[in-house]
């Protein structure tokens, strides 16, 4: 419930008059935008969760920047029911007021971090021509631009309501995996041990953030996925490494647990989004072998 806030007087559509605009009362926060793919006769019993990564959306499962099927297409063409979320603050799930509501300002990423962050080269510049990839890079770089537009601000801070969301899903849905990437495939392991008897598998694509390392109860099976250019990137990433390297030991009693490593398994070149990688189909067949193994 909010109180004391001034009335403003403002235009509301096009060429519009201005109106009163009153944002006191009771407001609506931590929602969370699901969208169902659901098939006549699935093959498969269990439908696939899609969880996107900081600062993205579920688009990052729809389609590739330059234009190809995503892994949600390609789960479905595999036989999955699936859905596909925008986690809490994220895209269609909507904002809430600041600091009235959320605490703090979001965080918005620059194009250069994005370049670097996602491990797609070392050296950044506003022309495209001048930019400096990874050799043998696999991402569409000349897309790149593209890419920057399905980016959406965050708020640090936000885990407990995105973490309630996600609960409230697998709650919902029942027995379930969890395909996750980056950020997500933390919040995904931490619903896998919240609501083992519903999760029945975890990918975790490029994990970045794990939870704290985990010593009783029985886990479902956790897979993995590993890109190229870890090394190259710095603390950054190895730091992610190790941190899901800690986590994985601590269940790896109570779990069965798969690692593919794509540079070790000889594909080079993967960005920190495989699943938008020019061989996004070669490593989908891999993660689709594993969940319907």
């Known amino acids: 419930m909010l109180e004391g806030l001034p009335i403003e007087h403002r235009s509301m559509v096009l060429n519009g008059y201005p109106r009163e605009v009153d944002p006191n009362g009771e407001h609506v926060y931590g929602q969370m935008y699901v969208q169902e793919f659901r098939l006549t006769n699935p093959r498969h019993p269990e439908p696939v ?34 859905l596909v979320s925008d986690a809490v603050e994220r895209g269609r799930s909507s904002w809430a007021r600041f600091p009235e509501v959320y605490k703090d300002s979001p965080v918005f990423r620059p194009k250069k971090e994005g370049w670097t962050t996602f491990r797609i080269g070392p050296e950044y510049s506003p022309d495209p021509a001048a930019r400096i990839a990874f050799p043998g890079q696999l991402f569409p770089v000349e897309h790149f631009d593209s890419f920057v537009n399905q980016w959406v601000p965050r708020w640090p801070g936000h885990e407990s309501l995105i973490l309630a969301a996600y609960e409230a899903l697998v709650d919902r849905i029942g ?112 993660v689709d072998a594993w969940i319907s193994r």
Request: glycine share 12%; net charge neutral.
């Open 49 to 82: 969760l899609l969880w996107h990564g900081g600062g993205m959306t579920g688009c990052t499962w729809e389609t590739t920047p330059d234009g190809r099927p995503g892994w949600l297409m390609r789960f479905l063409e595999a036989g999955y029911d699936v």
């Open 175 to 286: 027995s379930c995996h969890i395909v996750a990437h980056s950020q997500g495939a933390g919040f995904a392991a931490e619903i896998a041990r919240r609501r083992p008897d519903s999760v029945v598998s975890v990918v975790g694509v490029e994990p970045g953030g794990m939870p704290r390392p985990a010593s009783t109860g029985r886990l479902p099976r956790h897979l993995i996925v590993w890109g190229d250019f870890i090394e190259p990137s710095g603390a950054h990433w190895t730091n992610y490494r190790r941190q899901a390297d800690e986590y994985l030991a601590s269940i790896a009693s109570r779990a069965d647990i798969t690692v593919i490593d794509l540079p070790a398994d000889g594909i080079k070149g993967n960005s920190h989004f495989p699943m938008m990688d020019r061989n996004s189909d070669k490593v989908f067949q891999r």
